[in-house]
């Protein structure tokens, strides 16, 4: 059963962001956009609990080992007014990973490994880079996490976690949704079977 609501908040700009390289499991924290994408997403975050009268506390928060998306959860928890480290970690939260392919962008894929570039433009789902995953195989990690989730639930992770998340609440997976631009200023809510940005 999906906890209700389930929010999910992709962690803040990181420099590799704004360079559109592949991040993947590289560890590179949050720039200052970043930061000040975190602090806008916890202060309408707390401003939406509000409105729905939920205790922050009785929500599970859960969030990536990834440094970027714990920066991005501790500031959320800061502006919200609750305790930045009071929240659990889920290994399977962790980005996808681009394999050899990380540290690049996709025009330079497309240089360089022109054959990945298009199986990643007529089926992004099942494409396994060297080394990586496919969005196939993070859904598959990330499906048991949802499945212990028993309660409200703010989740903290990334781009390729939330299009593996949104796959399993619609039950399907697809080219569009493995294409969806995952915003780092908004996050996005499932609440009695309704979804939308926040």
């Not at 729905?52 to 969030?63: H, I, N, T, Y």
């Not at 970690?89 to 394999?99: T, V, Y």
């Not at 050899?100 to 990945?116: I, N």
Request: proline content about 6%; glycine content about 8%.
């Amino acid at each position: 059963m999906t906890p209700d609501p389930l929010i999910h908040i992709r962690h803040g700009e990181t420099d590799w962001n704004l360079a559109r390289r592949l991040q993947g499991q590289q560890d590179i924290p949050l720039n200052e956009t970043g930061r000040g994408q975190a602090g806008r997403n916890g202060r309408r975050l707390k401003e939406l609990l509000v409105e729905l009268d939920r205790d922050p506390l009785s929500l599970d928060w859960v969030a990536s080992p990834m440094a970027r998306t714990r920066e991005t959860m501790e500031i959320i928890r800061r502006e919200v007014g609750i305790d930045p480290s009071g929240y659990r970690i889920e290994a399977d939260l962790r980005e996808i990973s681009f394999g050899e392919l990380e540290g690049l962008t996709y025009e330079d894929v497309a240089e360089l490994h022109p054959h990945f570039y298009q199986h990643i433009l007529t089926d992004k789902w099942t494409f396994e880079p060297p080394g990586g995953e496919s969005y196939i195989q993070v859904a598959n990690r990330v499906a048991p996490v949802l499945a212990r989730i028993t309660q409200p639930c703010i989740i903290v992770a990334h781009g390729g976690v939330f299009r593996a998340v949104l796959s399993l609440l619609r039950g399907y997976h697809d080219q569009d949704i493995a294409e969806m631009l995952v915003p780092q200023d908004q996050f996005f809510m499932h609440l009695a079977g309704q979804e939308h940005w926040v």
